[in-house]
T-cell receptor, first 119, second 114 residues
Framework: DVKVTQSSRYLVKRTGEKVFLECVQD?????MFWYRQDPGLGLRLIYF???????EKGDIPEGYSVSREKKERFSLILESASTNQTSMYLC??????????????????FGEGSRLTVL | DAKTTQPPSMDCAEGRAANLPCNHS???????VYWYRQIHSQGPQYIIH???NNETNEMASLIITEDRKSSTLILPHATLRDTAVYYC???????????????FGQGTRLTINP
């Protein structure tokens, strides 16, 4: 079975702390994503990566950075946590279609989520 | 990517078919329709996707109108475990090396009642 594992389900951190959220997938997927989910705002894309050491900004990258040193692992980093970063963070992965083919597979696989509270 | 409109909430009796509508009147010819759902306190789960033909898998059926301006997700025999928020997403598959960027709207909160 497909598996996306996020390191922590619940975290409580203090303002100014550095926070690492880890995500590991076991499906050999090229693409990995970090979203955050907030009531009334839906899922918003923070960063994504389509290859090792490659990353691209999503819609709300401010205050975040990412690291993709290995294909199976995608880390989200909050350099200095702030209260407005209290949220549910969701990691996802997907296959990159063969580049000569016109389309990319539609299926995203999500982890269980990490609920971060910044005090 | 085309914008979608879904009702904010729906109810369905257990054992009956749940029909979830989605309007995407600005959809373009090469955009696909995707459905995901999110059960409380879990990550979203892929259900099904299609281009213009009706699709069926072990979870659901997807009916897309001939003009492709709307679609319906059908859960044929809803159970209590189908209670979730259902998201309809329309997008064009990316040809570039870029990733599968899905934009999630507010979705429909489906409640299955015993």
């Amino acid at each position: 079975d497909v598996k996306v594992t996020q390191s922590s389900r619940y975290l409580v951190k203090r303002t100014g702390e550095k926070v690492f959220l880890e995500c590991v997938q076991d499906m050999d997927h090229e693409n990995m994503f970090w979203y955050r989910q907030d009531p009334g705002l839906g899922l918003r894309l923070i960063y994504f990566s389509y290859d090792v050491k490659m990353k691209e900004k999503g819609d709300i990258p401010e205050g975040y950075s990412v690291s993709r040193e290995k294909k199976e692992r995608f880390s989200l980093i909050l350099e200095s946590a702030s209260t407005n970063q209290t949220s549910m963070y969701l990691c996802a992965s997907s296959l990159l279609g063969v580049r000569s083919v016109r389309f990319i597979t539609g299926e995203l696989f999500f982890g269980e989520g990490s609920r971060l509270t910044v005090l | 990517d085309a914008k979608t409109t879904q009702p904010p909430s729906m109810d369905c009796a257990e054992g009956r078919a749940a029909n979830l509508p989605c309007n995407h009147s600005t959809i373009s010819g090469n955009e696909y329709v995707y459905w995901y759902r999110q059960i409380h306190s879990q990550g979203p789960q892929y259900i099904i996707h299609g281009l213009k033909n009706n699709e069926t898998n072990e979870m659901a059926s997807l009916i897309i109108t001939e003009d492709r301006k709307s679609s319906t997700l059908i859960l044929p025999h809803a159970t209590l475990r189908d209670t979730a928020v259902y998201y309809c997403i329309v997008r064009v598959p990316r040809k570039i090396q870029g990733a599968q960027k899905l934009v999630f709207g507010q979705g429909t909160r489906l409640t299955i009642n015993p």
